[in-house]
């Protein structure tokens, strides 16, 4: 069914935006939590400003405080 005008539906028409609008609204937060998912399962390597001052492979800095 294609709907060229919201008039087709008569007094219901803004009840059909917002369900449309919710609809896409919610369609586009799940799609990026698959693309999030997906993105964390590939295993890219962090960027190395979020690894020390090193750059190294490490995930995490050395507490200075832990001995």
Not at 15 to 24: D, I, R, S
Not at 35 to 64: F, Y
Request: hydrophobic residues 50%.
């Amino acid at each position: 069914m294609i709907v060229n005008n919201l008039a087709d539906f008569g007094v219901l028409a803004d009840t059909v935006e917002v369900v449309l609008a919710v609809a896409l609204m919610l369609g586009g937060i799940w799609l990026t939590h698959r693309i999030q998912v997906w993105a964390d399962r590939q295993g890219e390597q962090p960027p190395a400003a979020n690894v020390g001052l090193g750059g190294s492979a490490e995930r995490t800095t050395e507490n200075p405080f832990r001995r």
